[in-house]
């Protein structure tokens, strides 16, 4: 992590790290949301990386939704075709605009 | 119709040399207008607009330019535009010097036969108050070869005031000072600093009040602390540092007299309280400890067992605490609980440190060897608190005598949000009758003597380039909203550009 950089923004880099979790994290161990990495004290390192390592972030996470996918495909329901074909999965019209879905909807999806 | 001017005897008419005199005559400017000085110059080209009818081969449309690539030079440095803005500037060499301008002095700060000149703030000191930021950069102190401030009526009573503080031992007064905006609140403040250090008082100062509640600075838990109270030891360690600089000569004579438990081991017998206070802002981990320990020092009316060893124990000078916008401490700060819940301002330690010393006490004395406390509200920069305003307003119904069962007292609004802590602060000073000790003063505008004062510093300094009349006075003075001192100056900074 950037030294420069606020701890707000270097926890929103993680996947699976928003605004709202940030925020929170930032509140539970007692640091301001404008304060620097460089600037926190070695106790408040040490209890955020506790926490990290407790929370489903990044690869695993990824593999979650990963997962999530290829058991809805592997059950044969409705979403996991959708998801196959590459098309919207929570019923939307098709007609026109489905570039998203179409980029995106894979059962091994980019995340 | 036939014209009534026959041509022919007009152009018999005696055509006059026309003569441009070289030199203006006198200006004739009405006292008052809103009419630009120079009008514009008809000549000029009026823009193209694509109004009106086509012109002979010429579209409607809107024609797109191609913009040129602007050159971008790099940005300043990190934190150098702040510093700019921030940057105080107490000297102009442009200006004139005033003739005859008296400093402040322990003479001055009493002479009522001075009220409503400007006196200037001595020299040596500037480097003090410039340690306390008794200076704010819109402040208009730019703009003169070095500062003054006006000796107004509330100054002087000031002055009698910090006298009397001095004769009689152990005396507090309590003041929070309200006005509209451009008043002199700060700059009320600041002669009070300057009188402070006149008298070789302590002058403790909390120049941004804000700056402790929109979590921009570090915060924590205070161990052992039921309910949850937090410290901001960045914060305490920057109000040390403050502290240290500007008393360092009172502070430098005086030295540890009690025990301080929690700092033994770093404690030296014999330490000045300059090295106690420089404890904390090397190690703004301790900040806290050691600014309570500072407290407890400056308020000791005599040592503790033996720990003044060494060196006999002094009496304390009396204090001057100032704090600059009170509203932003009667409401929830920015920062956040462990559990995500909002913190209210009071339970800052810091905060609630300089809240409690407004509380009346009856078994301890706010502060035992005296002093002036000064809470000044801002109208600038104000958060609107329902529950701070009316509590003010019954406190200013009390002081005018108004009963508290009168139905003229004012009354709490039933469908308002209430902030019971905010109102428990000062409820016992709005229900209270007796006054004196506790005041709100609100301040207003300058006197038309005083304002006269005021416009003959500037016409003195060169800024203002005309003569000083009754007219001119009575005219400035209405124009700035009966006298208020902030507007006077921008008005009289002003006729410089229009003259």
């Known amino acids: 992590m950037e030294t420069l950089k606020t701890q707000q923004k270097s926890l929103e880099s993680f996947f699976g790290i928003g605004q709202h979790t940030s925020a929170r994290l930032l509140g539970r161990f007692h640091i301001h949301p404008t304060a620097k990495v460089g600037d926190l004290a070695n106790k408040q390192v040490l209890d955020l ?32 075709r959708r998801h196959a074909v590459g098309l919207p999965v929570r019923g939307q019209n098709t007609r026109s605009q489905i570039k998203t879905a179409v980029k995106l909807n894979r059962v091994d999806r980019r995340l | ?45 009026k823009s193209r607009s694509l109004e009106g009818p086509p012109k002979y081969r010429e579209s409607k449309s809107a024609r797109m330019r191609k913009r040129k690539p602007v050159e971008r030079s790099r940005p300043p440095a990190v934190g150098e535009r702040k510093a700019l803005r921030k940057r105080i500037v107490l000297s102009n060499t442009n200006a004139l010097e005033v003739p005859g301008m008296q400093d402040l002095s322990e003479e001055t700060m009493l002479d009522s036969r001075l009220r409503g000149s400007v006196v200037g703030l001595p020299l040596p000191m500037l480097n003090q108050l410039l340690a306390v930021q008794a200076f704010k950069p819109t402040q208009g102190w730019s703009i003169f070869r070095r500062p003054g401030t006006v000796l107004r009526r509330e100054t002087l009573e000031m002055g009698r005031l910090v006298n009397r503080i001095g004769e009689e031992k152990g005396k507090v007064f309590k003041k929070i000072i309200t006005g509209v905006r451009g008043s002199g609140k700060s700059v009320y403040l600041l002669q009070a600093m300057a009188m402070g250090f006149l008298k070789n008082w302590i002058v403790v100062t909390v120049p941004e009040p804000q700056d402790l509640v929109i979590a921009h600075t570090a915060y924590g838990t205070l161990p052992g602390s039921n309910p ?211 005041e709100v003063r609100s301040l207003g505008g300058l006197t038309t003597d005083e304002a006269r004062g005021l416009l003959e510093h500037f016409a003195c300094s060169g800024l203002l380039r005309e003569k000083v009349t009754e007219e001119l006075v009575g005219e400035k003075w209405s124009l700035a909203g009966g006298g208020i001192i902030g507007e006077m100056e921008r008005i009289a900074r002003r006729l410089r550009a229009i003259v």
Not at chain 2, 13 to 36: D, E, I, K, W
Not at chain 2, 39 to 45: E, I, L, Q
Not at chain 2, 352 to 367: D, R, Y
């Open chain 1, 49 to 80: 990386t506790a926490a990290l390592s407790g929370m489903k972030i990044e690869n695993d996470l990824r593999r979650q939704v990963l997962d999530d996918i290829k058991r809805l495909r592997d059950t044969g329901t409705y979403r996991g």
């Open chain 2, 228 to 438: 949850v109270q937090y410290v901001q030891n960045a914060a305490t360690a920057a109000l040390l540092s403050r502290t240290a600089i500007a008393n360092k000569e009172v502070l430098s004579g005086l030295h540890i007299s009690q025990n301080h438990e929690g700092l033994k081991s770093l404690l030296q017998p014999n330490m000045t309280l300059e090295d106690l206070a420089r404890l904390g802002v090397q190690t703004p981990s301790i900040a806290w400890p050691v600014f309570q320990a500072l407290w407890a020092e400056l308020a000791a009316t005599e040592a503790a067992g033996n720990a003044d060893i060494g060196k006999p124990f002094k009496p304390r000078p009396p204090m001057l605490v100032t704090v600059d916008g009170l509203s932003h401490w009667m409401t929830n700060s920015r920062y956040r609980s462990a559990e995500y819940e909002p913190i209210h301002a009071h339970d800052l330690v810091f905060v609630n440190h300089f809240l409690s010393l407004l509380q009346p006490t009856t078994s301890k004395p706010t502060l035992p060897n005296g002093g002036l406390l000064l809470y000044a509200t801002s109208a600038s920069n104000n958060p609107t608190i329902y529950s701070f305003d009316i509590a003010l307003k019954q406190i200013i119904a009390s002081q005018n005598g108004i009963d508290p069962s009168s139905p003229d007292f004012p009354r709490l609004d039933p469908y308002a949000k209430i902030d019971e802590r905010v109102l428990n602060l000062f409820n016992n000073h709005a229900r209270s009758t007796e006054t004196g000790e506790f």
């Open chain 2, 1 to 45: 119709m036939a014209s009534h001017f026959c041509y022919g005897c007009l152009l018999r008419l005696r055509q006059m040399p026309r003569v441009y005199s070289m030199l203006p005559g006198p200006l004739v400017t009405a006292p008052f207008h809103t009419t630009p000085p120079r009008p514009a110059n008809p000549m000029a080209r």
